[in-house]
T-cell receptor
């Protein structure tokens, strides 16, 4: 199995530009989680989906952030417009066991720098 | 609020044993997970405790006490490659700030 695949691995953009991060889940997994990691705030959950349905988006910072899961194996996280404070590593992770138990499988992350 | 507290850094020597503690304050607690992360790479799952007691997986063990809202990760026979950040987490939703473990020769 290829594992969770994220793209792009690195993105450098200018303030105000739209950023789209992509994630492919492990086949057979039905839960998808987006996290953001920074030195100051650590690893924060942004949003998670179960069976393609957003369950908890309380971690999404503001309306500039949106996430979709158009099918069972793929998700996008969009930031529009981007700001320098959005600079972080964004991880997606998938699981076959919901939000409370079991193992999370993380992708390698997308390192975003907003200038 | 919901939070997990763990030490920010721990240093130990190769071959030694180290314990990384985690105290939590969450509602609807299901269990405690532990993840390892090398240099900003992908966090990888180490263990999950749903019930009180010790879970052992090779050189790593994890312990949970629900009555004390406390758990720990125990690493034995430390190796240089164990130098990494270790995170405790409540389920998959809330992560501690991470403990940076440095293993010295």
């Amino acid at each position: 199995d290829a594992g969770v695949i994220q793209s792009p691995r690195h993105e450098v953009t200018e303030m105000g530009q739209e950023v789209t991060l992509r994630c492919k889940l492990i086949s057979g997994h039905n839960s998808l989680f987006w996290y953001r990691q920074t030195m100051m705030r650590g690893l924060e959950l942004l949003i998670y989906f179960n069976n393609n349905v957003p369950i908890d988006d309380s971690g999404m910072p503001e309306d500039r952030f949106s996430a979709k899961m158009p099918n069972a194996s793929f998700s996008t996280l969009k930031i529009q417009p981007s700001e320098p404070r959005d600079s972080a590593v964004y991880f997606c992770a998938s699981s076959s066991a919901g939000a409370n138990t079991g193992e999370l499988f993380f992708g390698e992350g997308s390192r975003l720098t907003v200038l | 609020g919901q939070s997990l507290e763990q030490p920010s850094e721990v240093t130990a020597v190769e071959g030694a044993i180290v314990q990384i503690n985690c105290t939590y304050q969450t509602s609807g607690f299901y269990g405690l997970s532990w993840y390892q992360q090398h240099d900003g790479g992908a966090p990888t799952f180490l263990s999950y405790n749903a019930l009180d007691g010790l879970e052992e997986t090779g050189r790593f063990s994890s312990f949970l006490s629900r009555s004390d809202s406390y758990g720990y990760l125990l690493l034995q026979e430390l190796q240089m490659k164990d130098s990494a950040s270790y995170f405790c987490a409540e389920g998959k939703l809330i992560f501690g700030q991470g403990t940076e473990l440095s293993v010295k020769p």
